[in-house]
T-cell receptor, first 111, second 113 residues
Framework: GQQVMQIPQYQHVQEGEDFTTYCNSS?????IQWYKQRPGGHPVFLIQ?????EVKKQKRLTFQFGEAKKNSSLHITATQTTDVGTYFC???????????FGGGTRVLVKP | DGGITQSPKYLFRKEGQNVTLSCEQN?????MYWYRQDPGQGLRLIYY???????QKGDIAEGYSVSREKKESFPLTVTSAQKNPTAFYLC????????????FGPGTRLTVT
């Protein structure tokens, strides 16, 4: 079945540094979504990418959808303590009725 | 305010008891979902519903049951048949299709001893 993998599983970042987390699907996706879950909280939708090669920015966050629509990345610049949390990517199953979530990247920021 | 509510936030039960988790939304969304999250893990889909009076099993439906009698409500029952029920349960909704972004409720932390 469809699998969505995220790497790394954990990301320890010094405050002020940049980092990138990656999402890879075993199948082509019609879209990719990113969510953020703060510690003790619930996932919150961040963004959806639909087009091949699409790049979207939200302040210090840059999201990219791969040309083959099987992978995606999230790049955060000048990491802040407010970036702490788990970032999940998710893509629709082939039938389109549900999302498959990746395992998430847990981000810890060192002040 | 529009959103999804789940109650209670924390729930404690004895082993062998069934327990029902509440999920209500006033977003007028057609689709609703239940996920289970274990510590440090991702989201696993339990059940989902695209329309009233219809629902489908997700990846880990064994030991759980749901109903969808109203568009706004999608309660989840954790039965005594669920071997490891202690977890964080998240309810979500989306406008219509599974490809739409999902809005999550605050979750219910269930502890069974």
């Amino acid at each position: 079945g469809q699998q969505v993998m995220q790497i790394p599983q954990y990301q320890h970042v010094q405050e002020g540094e940049d980092f990138t987390t990656y999402c890879n699907s075993s199948t082509t996706l019609s879209n990719i979504q990113w969510y953020k879950q703060r510690p003790g909280g619930h996932p919150v939708f961040l963004i959806q990418l639909v087009k091949s090669g699409e790049v979207k920015k939200q302040k210090r966050l840059t999201f990219q959808f791969g040309e083959a629509k099987k992978n995606s990345s999230l790049h955060i610049t000048a990491t802040q303590t407010t970036d702490v949390g788990t970032y999940f990517c998710a893509g629709p199953k082939a039938a389109g009725n549900k999302l498959t979530f990746g395992g998430g990247t847990r981000v810890l920021v060192k002040p | 305010d529009g959103g999804i509510t789940q109650s209670p936030k924390y729930l404690f039960r004895k082993e062998g008891q069934n327990v029902t988790l509440s999920c209500e939304q006033n977003l007028n969304h057609d689709a609703m979902y239940w996920y289970r999250q274990d510590p440090g893990q991702g989201l696993r889909l339990i059940y989902y519903s695209q329309i009233v009076n219809d629902f489908q099993k997700g990846d880990i439906a064994e030991g759980y049951s749901v109903s969808r009698e109203k568009k706004e409500s999608f309660p989840l029952t954790v039965t005594s048949a669920q071997k490891n029920p202690t977890a964080f349960y998240l309810c979500a909704s989306s406008m219509s299709r599974g490809q739409d972004e999902q809005y999550f409720g605050p979750g219910t932390r269930l502890t069974v001893t």
